[in-house]
Nanobody, 115 residues
């Protein structure tokens, strides 16, 4: 069973930065994909950023140039560095680990961008 624990959320002013972390534990394949999603109330789940083992990354257009996803394989951890945050980035961010054809989810961490 895989467990994912997100951390790093909080309150930040517009233009500020936060770094989210997602630590994975349990049994899973070394070859996997890790993804950050977000979902604001009343909105659909949005893929924010994705990274595969080889380091290839994808980003939502809304965060390109501001967010950076990275991973530390030795720590089974994925990060999301969020810079130049905007009020519209306010929502809960979820981590997903795709391994062995199974999607595993964390419980989320709240990011609030407000002055």
């Amino acid at each position: 069973q895989v467990q994912l624990v997100e951390s790093g959320g909080g309150l930040v002013q517009p233009g500020g930065s936060l770094r989210l972390s997602c630590a994975a534990s349990g049994s899973f394949f070394n070859v996997n994909t890790m993804v950050w999603y977000r979902q604001a109330p009343g909105n659909e789940l949005e893929l924010v950023a994705r990274i595969i083992n080889g380091g290839s990354t994808n980003y939502a257009d809304s965060v390109k140039g501001r967010f950076t996803i990275s991973r530390a394989n030795a720590k089974n951890t994925v990060y999301l560095q969020m810079n130049r945050l905007k009020t519209e980035d306010t929502t809960v961010y979820y981590c997903q680990l795709i391994t062995g054809g199974i999607n595993n989810w964390g419980k989320g961490t709240l990011v609030t961008v407000s002055s």
